[in-house]
């Protein structure tokens, strides 16, 4: 056979079998297919050496740049902090996808998602920590430096507490490996003033201490007004074209004092257009 018949011939027998798994995708999914079959996305999160080796990589140089970060008292991971230097010192990091994995649930919840079934699942499963982040905070710990997580994951009131989903987050970072008490643990709505935009909290952290890293698998961990839905106190909706801007404007410190973990399967990059 003549090879641009052949090569015809092949690209015709998989068109042929791309569409036959295409039209038994549904079926395949209703009888409990595996996620990696439905959703590349998550299964790289469950199941890629890959994923492993960047968060390893992300965490060590982390590590490696903590005892630089404390000594250099002129440094701040947040733009705007300055005069910082007799302050203690602080990082900031997430909680979803940056210190717990929550990719067990994002392949089984039944969707739409919903914080509330977040918090159920988190309260009926152990925390699985991202690679190396365990090591990172007991470094940082050796080196007196302060461990603040904020999360998104809401406070929604109950009779008698105020904010229930707080002990599934205290639990969940200590399962995880890293003990913590509530005072370093920060929900949004936890107080009237702490909506989606974290900004607001870090800045609330930067009062007390001088942030030397910020460590998140969103845009918002490290950057103000990056959601499709502006919250305050931003006014204007963020597009991918102003998320990228910004991602060049604050170039100097991806890498050094920002450090950024792969999140596919979520994030306020899904909704921006
Ligand atoms: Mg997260």
Redo the contacts with the bound molecule.
Sequence with gaps: MAPTVYLLSRFAACALLLSACASSSPDATDHGASPKATNPAIAWVQTAAEYDAISRSVYRAAQDALPGKVADVSWSALPDQTDAGDLPAAVIL?????VVSNAEFQSSFIPPFSDKKLDVWNRAHRAVPITGVVEFAKQARQLGVTLFFL?NRPCTASENDRCPQKTTVVQDIGEAGIPVSGEFVMLSAERPEWGKEKSVRRNYVARNYRVIMLI???LG?FIPCTRQNPVHPCTQGATVASRQAATLEYQEYWGNGWYILP?PMH?SWASVK
């Design positions: 997430d909680v979803d996808e940056t999360t998140g698998d969103d961990d999140n994030g």
